[in-house]
């Protein structure tokens, strides 16, 4: 994960880096899976520490630098998090079956 605390990167190729690579790797097969809450716990707190290092600290007014917040987090990315992808695809997927299953009478 050091490319996501990387200067070199700019926030919007870490975001995208992101998106493309990390989060469909996290994702992969989700949908089959009997997901718990816990689980979905797990894979939010993933992403945020992805976020947190992608965005990094902010300074307050005394010049210290504080942790940015979970909503302060989401607010900067302006994507669906990974828990709603999750649902979105077990969504799909079961459209998908009620199809197949359609088509087979």
Do not use: H, Q
Not at 24 to 49: H, M, N, Q
Not at 71 to 95: A, C, F, H, M, Q
Request: hydrophobic fraction near 35%.
């Amino acid at each position: 994960m050091p490319l996501f605390k990387s200067r070199l990167l700019s926030i919007n190729s870490k975001i995208t880096l992101y998106k493309v690579v990390v989060k469909p790797v996290a994702l992969y097969a989700c949908s089959t899976w009997a997901t718990t809450k816990s689980d979905e716990g797990k894979l939010g707190f993933f992403e945020r520490i992805i976020l947190r290092k992608i965005f990094g600290p902010k300074r307050n007014n005394d010049g210290e630098y504080v942790v940015r917040g979970n909503r302060e987090l989401y607010d900067l990315y302006k994507e669906p998090t990974i828990v709603g992808s999750l649902k979105g695809n077990e969504d799909k997927l079961g459209r998908t079956c009620m199809e197949v299953r359609g088509n087979d009478r």
